[in-house]
Nanobody, 123 residues
């Protein structure tokens, strides 16, 4: 099973950008569909975006469509999340996840999780 480690979180002003990275190890990265989720204080973890193993299929949550961009580099075992035009409501811990099979929006469908990286957007 692949192990995941996120990086790239931090504090940014509203309207700014951040790029998160998620590095995989201990498994065959290209075998996995990858996803990003986020969890704000007091809220449930929610789906942000998923990308198929070869990058040919991508699904975004409506709230981030056109603002966030996912990509992956299987040669480097890494998936990225570029976040533009950030808003205070994007403040959350962002988690990387992996699963075999297609993109799913429910957290229980995902097999491996990173520890998360904090993103804070100030107004």
């Amino acid at each position: 099973q692949v192990q995941l480690q996120e990086s790239g979180g931090g504090l940014v002003q509203a309207g700014g950008s951040l790029r998160l990275s998620c590095a995989g190890s201990g498994g065959t990265f290209r075998d996995y569909t990858m996803g990003w989720f986020r969890q704000a204080p007091g809220k449930e973890r929610e789906f942000v975006v998923g990308i198929s193993w070869e990058g040919g299929s991508i699904s975004y949550a409506d709230s981030v469509q056109g603002l966030f961009t996912i990509s992956r580099n299987n040669a480097e075992n890494t998936v990225y999340l570029k976040m533009d035009s950030l808003k205070p409501e994007d403040t959350a811990v962002y988690y990387c996840a992996a699963r075999t099979g297609g993109i799913q929006t429910v957290t229980t469908a995902w097999e491996s999780w990173g520890q998360g990286t904090q993103v804070t957007v100030s107004s």
